[in-house]
């Protein structure tokens, strides 16, 4: 299973764009990538997900290089309600993929 | 679509008793469900993977005669903890694959997740 590595924390100001940069260099050919989000006491969200390139919903971006080891993920003007841990995760449909120890994103007035 | 359902959503119990998990998949057929756990301030551990109609495939160091998990239905999957005791106090999340997968190849659904309190 490929490991994910990202910031511990992270501060940001109220309508700041925000960069959140996800490591995973043993990523496999048919691994995707999908960022969730989560809120204490709650389950994780679904963001976004990718394979290569860029990707862009009404949320957020994600942008994967060529070789794949790295993704980021792109929140445009960012609000107090996206506080919130921001997970990585990398694998395939249906089979199990591991936590990392996310991002904990910290969004200021 | 794709909701995933939790019950109940909180739970205190006794130590030494067991108490039961549900996780439903209310829109959508789930050919595989997870398990997690997260005590305070880390991530989540996956516990176990549960496929429909047959045996749940533990991650290493979870206790499969203490933590049983029962996936008898495509939208139905079951956590049993037995003899709980105060350790096993945590943040219970399952998620589920969707059945046909569809654009988002790798989603998971997750539930609101349960707090289990043994006292």
């Known amino acids: 299973l490929a490991k994910t590595t990202q910031p511990v924390s992270m501060d940001s100001y109220e309508g700041q764009e925000v960069n959140i940069t996800c490591s995973h260099n043993n990523i496999a050919t048919n691994d995707y990538i999908t960022w969730y989000q989560q809120f204490p006491s709650q389950g994780p969200r679904f963001i976004i997900q990718?394979?290569?390139t860029k990707v862009t919903n009404e949320v957020a971006s994600l942008f994967i290089p060529a070789d794949r080891k790295s993704s980021t993920l792109s929140l445009p003007r960012v609000s107090l309600s996206d506080t919130a841990v921001y997970y990585c995760?990398?694998?395939?449909?249906?089979?199990?993929?591991?936590f990392g120890a996310g991002t904990r994103l910290f969004v200021k007035a | 679509g794709a909701v995933v359902s939790q019950h109940p959503s909180r739970v205190i119990c006794k130590s030494g008793t067991s108490v039961k998990i549900e996780c439903r998949s209310l829109d959508f057929q789930a050919t595989t469900m997870f398990w997690y756990r997260q005590f305070p301030k880390q991530s989540l551990m996956l516990m176990a993977t549960s496929n429909e109609g047959s045996k749940a495939t533990y991650e290493q160091g979870v206790e499969k005669d203490k933590f049983l998990i029962n996936h008898a239905s495509l939208t139905l999957s079951t956590l049993t903890v037995t003899s709980a005791h105060p350790e096993d106090s945590s943040f219970y999340i399952c998620?589920?694959?969707?059945?046909?997968?569809?654009?988002?190849?790798?989603?998971?659904?997750f539930g609101p997740g349960t707090r289990l309190t043994v006292l």
């Open positions: 998620s589920a694959s969707r059945l046909g997968g569809g654009e988002l190849y790798n989603e998971q659904f």
């Open positions: 995760l990398v694998g395939v449909g249906g089979f199990k993929t591991i």
């Open positions: 990718g394979y290569k």
